[in-house]
C-alpha cells in the first residue's frame, strides 16, 4: 500500500488558512487534519483527541524532552505543538494529513519531515491582504504596519516550498491544493516500488 | 503572464494514450493539442494545420536539418515529428500544449525541452496490458510477445518521466492528469518571478 502524503498549508496571518481548511473538509472528507497538542485549557464543546490533544506543562516539558512534536512554540504563556505520533499513525494507515500552521512552525515542521509537501497560500496581492487585515476592524494603525511587514518578510519564505497557491478564490484556492495532492501521490518517485513489483527482474528501474 | 507548460503524454502501445487524449479534449477546451508534421498523405476529411501539417519530403528534410523538429522519426517510408514553431507560439500565448507521443519520442523531445511535464501513463498491470494488446485480436502470438517485450522495455524507461498515471479507469486517469497540470502551475518555482513583482525590493527572494 501507498503511505499517505504529510500535506503542510500555511502562509501569511490574514490569508485565510483557516477557512481553505474548513472548505477542503467538506470537499475532502478522507483528508485527515492534524490535531495539535496544547497547554490551554478546554473551552467550552472541545474535545480532547478531536479539537486538541488537552496536556499540562509536564506533559508537555515531557513530549519536547523525548523529540515527540514535529514542532512547538510558546503563545500568551501556553504550549501549541504537533504531536509526531499522530502523523505517523496516520500516514502509516496509508491516509494523507493536513496540517494548517504559521510560516515558522512549517519550516521547523520541513526539518523533522522535509518529504512532506510544503503549501504557501498566497495572498492575491499585498493590497488584498492589508485590506482583509484591516477590514477586520479591530487594529490600530501601527499593528496593521506590523504585521504587514512580517507578512512580507514571511512571503519571501515561499522559497523553502514546494508549491504557492493563490487564495484568490476559496472554491479555486481549494481545488488547486486537491490537485497539487492527487498529483503527488502520481510523482514517480512516489511510485517507484509499486513499479518493481510489475517488471520482470531484467527490467527492475 | 505565466507561460504556458508543454505536456508530454506518453506509454507503451495499447495502454490507452490515444483515448486518453480524446476524453482530455473534451474534458479540457483550454488545452491545445500538439500538431504532427508528416510527410504521409492526408486522408480523406483530413486538413492541414488542423490533423498533420503535410510536408513534402524535401521540407520535412529542410526542417530537420535546420533544428525545427522537437523529435521526428521515419515508420514505413514516411516522416512523422513534432513542429518546435507550434509549441513555442502556443506556450509564448500563455497556453498549455500537450503532446501525446510514443516513449522513444518523449525521451527526444526532454532533451530538448527539459522543462516540459512529462507524464507516463501506465497499464493496471502488465497482465491487463497483455489482454487490452491480445483483445484486439489481430495480432498473432510472436507479435503479441515482441510487443509485450518491448512494453516492459518501455516501463523501466518511466525513471526519465516526472508523472506516473495509472490507466485503470478513464475518467479517474484524466482526472489525474488534469490535476498534473494545475499543480504544476502552482510549483514555487514557476511562481517566483510573478512574486518578484508582489514584494519590496528588501525582500526579494
Not at 519564505?157 to 516550498?161: C, G, K, S, T, V
Given at each position: 500500500m501507498n503511505k499517505g502524503l504529510l500535506i503542510v498549508l500555511s502562509g501569511p496571518s490574514g490569508v485565510g488558512k483557516g477557512t481553505v481548511c474548513s472548505v477542503l473538509r467538506s470537499k475532502m472528507p478522507n483528508l485527515t487534519y492534524s490535531v495539535s497538542a496544547t497547554t490551554r485549557p478546554p473551552r467550552q464543546g472541545e474535545v480532547d483527541g478531536v479539537n486538541y490533544f488537552f496536556k499540562t506543562r509536564e506533559q508537555f516539558q515531557e513530549m519536547i524532552a523525548r523529540d515527540a512534536l514535529l514542532e512547538h512554540a510558546e503563545y500568551v504563556d501556553n504550549y501549541y505543538g504537533t504531536p509526531r505520533d499522530f502523523v505517523d499513525r496516520t500516514l502509516a494507515s496509508g491516509k494523507d494529513i493536513i496540517l494548517e500552521i504559521e510560516v515558522q512552525g512549517a519550516l521547523k515542521v520541513k526539518e523533522k519531515f522535509p518529504q512532506g509537501v510544503f503549501i504557501f497560500l498566497m495572498p492575491p496581492s499585498l493590497d488584498e491582504l492589508k485590506q482583509r487585515i484591516t477590514g477586520?476592524?479591530?487594529?490600530?494603525q501601527h499593528v496593521i504596519d506590523h504585521r504587514m511587514s512580517v507578512a512580507a518578510e514571511e512571503i519571501s519564505?515561499?522559497?523553502?516550498?514546494d508549491y504557492a497557491v493563490v487564495n484568490d478564490e476559496i472554491d479555486a484556492a481549494c481545488k488547486r491544493i486537491e490537485s497539487i495532492i492527487i498529483a503527488e501521490h502520481c510523482r514517480k518517485d512516489r511510485f517507484m516500488s509499486e513499479l518493481a513489483d510489475m517488471l520482470p527482474a531484467s527490467e527492475k528501474v
Open positions: 477586520r476592524g479591530t487594529e490600530e519564505l515561499i522559497r523553502y516550498y
